[in-house]
Nanobody, 126 residues
């Protein structure tokens, strides 16, 4: 069971990036997926998450209206579209998975998740 996060990079403030979280060894359609980030010296925080069906989503207040989480279960991949990026979005971004058989479970708490990707660095310059 592996998750691979990718798509990070260096972008100017106001720019966009799309992160991908690809799964191998299991199918994502029974898993809720969360995106988390951790900046230097700070705790890991929940950015966005989606239930296994995609019907329930969560966004941290700091990213509402700028980030969009989506999932393509056929490609076994979840995306995080990040627009209007700000320097304070700079962090290592991680994706994580937890089983969701109800189709409606999601959790912004990182301790709820069982599987983690390796992280991808997003740097937003001012």
């Amino acid at each position: 069971v592996q998750l691979q996060a990718s798509g990070g990079g260096l972008v100017q403030a106001g720019g966009s990036l799309r992160l991908s979280c690809a799964a191998s060894g299991f199918t994502l359609d029974l898993y809720a997926i969360g995106w988390f980030r951790q900046a230097p010296g700070k705790e890991r925080e929940g950015v966005s998450c989606t239930s296994s069906s995609g019907g329930s989503t969560y966004y941290a207040d700091s990213v509402k209206g700028r980030f969009t989480i989506s999932r393509d279960n056929a490609k076994n991949t979840v995306y995080l579209q990040m627009n209007s990026l700000k320097p304070e979005d700079t962090a290592v971004y991680y994706c994580a998975a937890v089983a969701d058989y109800s189709g409606s479970y999601y959790a912004p708490d990182p301790y709820e998740y069982d599987y983690w990707g390796q992280g991808t660095l997003v740097t937003v310059s001012s």
